[in-house]
C-alpha cells in the first residue's frame, strides 16, 4: 500500500527549518506561503494516501516504511519507521486537517505580532512533531514524538514571553508533561525487557503476565493522564491558555492532548490484557470529566471554560477506552477536534474583536454585531452539548452507551457509577456551554459601562502582545473578523454538524452503517460489550434530556445576557476557585520543594561542592604565589640555576658510574 | 703532550667562562665569556678527535663556530634594542620578568 507518511513528515519540519533560519527577514506573504504550504501539502498527501487506503482490502491496511536504521545493537533494534495503519491515519488528517485550517485562521489572528515569523515556525514544528509521535512505527520514537510535542507546547505556550505569567504557565506544563515522559520512559524499559524489542509489531502481539501488563499499562496511562489532561495531572492545561488562542485551539484542545488517548488506543492490545489497569483508565476518565466539568461551571475567563470542558471531554475519551471502546475514544476525538477547535476558533475571534478582552463579564450582545462568528459558535457549543444530529451526539452517545454496556455485562456498581457521572457531565457540558454562548453573545454589551466605571483605571498595555489591552472596546467598533478567520469557522462548523456521520446508525435501524468502526481495526471495538438497542435508546434518551435540561436552566439563568452576582455559596466558592487545587499543591508540593532546593543550594553546593572547588583554587593560588618568588628576574641568577643543574646532573652520572 | 694537558686546559677555560657569566654585569662581557665556553668546549673536541683519529669532533667544532656566529648575532641586536629602548644595557637592571 502506499506510504507517504515519511514525506508527509518531512515536509512540515522543512516548512520549521526555513521559516526557523530565514523567517525573521521574510516578508509576510512568503511566511504564509511556507507556512501554509507546508502544511497543506502534508494534508494533501495525507488525503491521497487516504484514498490509496481505502482502495486497498481492510486485511491490508498497514504499511511500514523504514527509511533507515537508527539504533543496531546485536537482535536490538530501533528503525525510524512509518507505521500506516488505519489508526494512524485517522491522526494524520485530523493533525494535517485541523492544523491547516488553523494555520489559516492564525494569519488573522496574529496579524498585528511581532512575533509573526515564529508563530508559524512553532506551528510548523509542532505539526511535525505531532506526526512524528503518531507514525512511530517503535515505542523509543514515539518518546522522541511524545517529547517534541510537548516542547512544541512549551515554546507556544511562552510564546508571549515578555508576560511573566506566559512564562510561568510554560515552565508548569513542561515539568508536569515530563512527570508523564518519565512514566512513558519506564514503560519503555519494562516492554524491553520483557520482550526484547520496541517495535510496535512485536510488543503488539506479544502476551504478557497479566501484572506486568498492568504496571506497564499503568505507567503508559501515566503518560496519557500528564499529555491529555486528567486527574492528577490536569493543571498545566488551564494554565496553557496563556498562548494564542489558535495554540489553544490546535494544541491544547484539538491534537497534542489526545496524544494519551492516541497512545491508549495504539497500545489497545497491551491493555486489553489487564482488566485492573483498563478499570483505572475508565475510572480516571469518568472522574475527571465530571470534576474538570464542575470547574468550567463557575469560570469567567471564556478560555478557561473551554479549557476545562477540553479536560472534561478528555475524560470521556478515556472512559470510552476503559470499557475497551476504543473506536468509541477515537470517534470521540474525532468529532472533539472539530467542536473544540471550532470553538477555540470562535472564542479567538470574539477575544479579537474585543481587542484582547477574555472576561465574560465585559462581553454580551455580541449576536447581532458578529453573526458569523455567533452562528458557527452556536453549532460548536450544540455540537458538544450533545444535541441530535450534531457530531457530539454521536460520540458521546456511543461512548455512555458503551459504558452502560459494560455496566450490564459485568454486573459491576461501579460501571453504572461512571455512566451515571457520564449522563451527568453530559447535563453540566450543556449548562456551561450554554452559559458561555449566553455569556458572549446575549443581552446588552457590558464592555462600555464597565469602562465608564473604570475610565479613571490606567489603560493595561501588554506590548508583547499583538492585542493591545487599551481598556475595552466602545460599542460600535465592534466588527466582524475577516475572511481569514471566518472561513475555517465555517469549515469547521460543518465538520462539526456532519462528523458524527462516520458512527454508528444502529439506533436508527441501520446496523450496517458505521463506517469510522469498518476503517478502523475490528479488535478496536470487537472486545467491547454490545448493548440492546433498547437499553441504547434509553441511555441516549436520559443524556439527551439532561443537556436540554441543561440548556433550559442555562437559558432561564443567562438567557437575557449574563449578570456575574458574588456568591458566597461554598460550593460555588469551590468551583470558582478550582477547588483550591493550585493553591494546595503550592503548600503541599512546591513550597516544600522549593525549600529543599534552597536547602540543598545552600548546604549542599555551597559548602561542599563549592568549597571544594573553590578550596582547590585556592591551593593552587598558593602553590603559584609561593613558586612566583623563584622568579627573580636576574638573569645571572637564572644561569646559576642552570649551572647548578647541569653539575648536578654530572655528578650523579660520575657517582653512578 | 698528552691528552690530560689539552682537557685540563678546556676545564680551565670553561670555567673561567662560567665565572665570567655569573659574575659579570655587562652583557659584552657576558657574551664574551660564552665565547670562552664555546672554544673550550671546541678545544677538548678537537684534542679527542686527534687522540681517538676520527674526524666526527673536528666536524663539531665546525657546527659549533656557526651556532655560536648566529647566536652572536641575536644576542648583539637584542642588546643594541634594549639599548636604544633604554639607555642602559645592565644586566641586573633587566629584570622586568620578574615573577
Redo the contacts between chains.
Keep these: 500500500m502506499l506510504n507517504l507518511s515519511f514525506w508527509v513528515l518531512l515536509i512540515p519540519l522543512l516548512g520549521f527549518i526555513i521559516l526557523g533560519l530565514a523567517g525573521r527577514f521574510m516578508h509576510r506573504t512568503i511566511i504564509l506561503t511556507i507556512g501554509w504550504g507546508a502544511c497543506g501539502l502534508s494534508f494533501l498527501l495525507s488525503v491521497i494516501n487516504f484514498f490509496a487506503m481505502l482502495s486497498t482490502p481492510a486485511a491490508a491496511r498497514l504499511s511500514i516504511d523504514v527509511p533507515f536504521t537508527w539504533i543496531s545493537a546485536g537482535s536490538f533494534q530501533v528503525s525510524f519507521g512509518q507505521y500506516l495503519d488505519p489508526l494512524t491515519m485517522v491522526m494524520l488528517l485530523i493533525v494535517t486537517g485541523v492544523g491547516f485550517l488553523i494555520h489559516i485562521y492564525s494569519a488573522g489572528y496574529m496579524q498585528d505580532d511581532p512575533g509573526f515569523w515564529r508563530f508559524f515556525a512553532y506551528l510548523n514544528f509542532f505539526i511535525f512533531a505531532m506526526l512524528l509521535l503518531v507514525t512511530a512505527d517503535n515505542f523509543l520514537f514515539l518518546l522522541v514524538g511524545w517529547g517534541l510535542v510537548g516542547l512544541a507546547s512549551f515554546l507556544l505556550i511562552g510564546f508571549w514571553y515578555q508576560r511573566p505569567s506566559a512564562v510561568a504557565a510554560a515552565k508548569k506544563a513542561f515539568v508536569i508533561n515530563v512527570i508523564g515522559d518519565a512514566g512513558l520512559m519506564v514503560a519503555i524499559y519494562l516492554l524491553f525487557t520483557t520482550t526484547g524489542s520496541l517495535n510496535y509489531t512485536t510488543v503488539l502481539g506479544h502476551t504478557f503476565p497479566t501484572d506486568i501488563a498492568t504496571i506497564i499499562c499503568l505507567l503508559l496511562f501515566v503518560a496519557c493522564a500528564a499529555k491529555s489532561a486528567q486527574l492528577p495531572l490536569y493543571m498545566w492545561l488551564p494554565d496553557a491558555m496563556e498562548g494564542p488562542t489558535p495554540v489553544s485551539a490546535l494544541i491544547h484542545a484539538a491534537t497534542m492532548v489526545t496524544a494519551g488517548v492516541y497512545l491508549v488506543a495504539r497500545a489497545h492490545p497491551l491493555f486489553s490484557q489487564s482488566p485492573a489497569a483498563l478499570l483505572v483508565v475508565a475510572s480516571i476518565g469518568g472522574i475527571t470529566a465530571l470534576f474538570a466539568a464542575t470547574i468550567a461551571l463557575t469560570q469567567l475567563d471564556i478560555k478557561r471554560v473551554l479549557a476545562y470542558s477540553t479536560i472534561s471531554q478528555l475524560g470521556y475519551m478515556f472512559l470510552a477506552e476503559g470499557v475497551q471502546n476504543y473506536t468509541a475514544g477515537i470517534f470521540h476525538l474525532i468529532t472533539h477536534a472539530f467542536f473544540k477547535a471550532l470553538l477555540f476558533l470562535g472564542a479567538g475571534a470574539v477575544i479579537h474583536m474585543l481587542g484582547g478582552e477574555q472576561d465574560m463579564r465585559k462581553m454580551g450582545g455580541l449576536w447581532g454585531k458578529a453573526r458569523i462568528t455567533a452562528w458557527t459558535f452556536l453549532i460548536g457549543v450544540l455540537a458538544i452539548s450533545g444535541i441530535f444530529p450534531l457530531s457530539g451526539f454521536w460520540s458521546k452517545d456511543s461512548i455512555l452507551g458503551s459504558v452502560l454496556a459494560q455496566a450490564t455485562t459485568s454486573g459491576s456498581i461501579w460501571y453504572y457509577v461512571l455512566w451515571v457521572i457520564g449522563l451527568l457531565t453530559a447535563g453540566l457540558t450543556a449548562f456551561y456551554m450554554f452559559r458561555l454562548f449566553f455569556g458572549i453573545f446575549a443581552g446588552n454589551y457590558r464592555g462600555e459601562t464597565v469602562a465608564q466605571a473604570q475610565l479613571h483605571v490606567e489603560a493595561e498595555t501588554d506590548e508583547a502582545t499583538g492585542h493591545q489591552q487599551s481598556g475595552p472596546i466602545a460599542a460600535n467598533a465592534i466588527h466582524e473578523v475577516s475572511s481569514v478567520m471566518s472561513i475555517p469557522l465555517i469549515i469547521l462548523a460543518m465538520l462539526s454538524i456532519i462528523g458524527g456521520f462516520i458512527g454508528s446508525f444502529a439506533l436508527f435501524g441501520l446496523p450496517e452503517w458505521s463506517p469510522l468502526a469498518h476503517f478502523l481495526p475490528a479488535s478496536m471495538s470487537s472486545s467491547a460489550p454490545e448493548l440492546p438497542l433498547g437499553l441504547d435508546w434509553i441511555s441516549t434518551g436520559i443524556s439527551l434530556v439532561l443537556a436540554l435540561l441543561g440548556i433550559a436552566l442555562a437559558w432561564s439563568m443567562y438567557g437575557r445576557g449574563f449578570t456575574y452576582k458574588e456568591s458566597h455559596n461554598p460550593f460555588y466558592q469551590l468551583s470558582l476557585n478550582k477547588y483550591y487545587v493550585d493553591e494546595g499543591l503550592n503548600i503541599i508540593l512546591v513550597r516544600p520543594l522549593q525549600a529543599l532546593g534552597r536547602g540543598f543550594s545552600r548546604g549542599l553546593e555551597d559548602i561542599t561542592l563549592d568549597g571544594g572547588s573553590r578550596g582547590i583554587a585556592r591551593i593552587v593560588t598558593g602553590i603559584g604565589n609561593g613558586?612566583?618568588?623563584?622568579?627573580?628576574?636576574?638573569?645571572?641568577n637564572y644561569?646559576?640555576g642552570i649551572?647548578i643543574g647541569v653539575v648536578l646532573i654530572i655528578a650523579y652520572y660520575a657517582v653512578r658510574g | 703532550m698528552p691528552l690530560s694537558a689539552y682537557l685540563i686546559m678546556s676545564a680551565v677555560l670553561f670555567t673561567i667562562g662560567v665565572i665570567g657569566v655569573l659574575i659579570r654585569r655587562n652583557p659584552l662581557i657576558i657574551f664574551m665569556s660564552i665565547e670562552l665556553m664555546l672554544n673550550a668546549v671546541n678545544l677538548s673536541f678537537v684534542a679527542l678527535s686527534h687522540f681517538l683519529n676520527t674526524v666526527d669532533g673536528q666536524m663539531l667544532v665546525f657546527l659549533v663556530l656557526t651556532v655560536a656566529a648566529a647566536e652572536v648575532v641575536v644576542g648583539l641586536a637584542l642588546i643594541v634594542s634594549i639599548f636604544r629602548s633604554r639607555h642602559n644595557i645592565d644586566v641586573d637592571e633587566m629584570n622586568i620578568l620578574r615573577g
Design positions: 613558586l612566583r618568588r623563584v622568579q627573580t628576574g636576574y638573569t645571572r644561569a646559576l649551572l
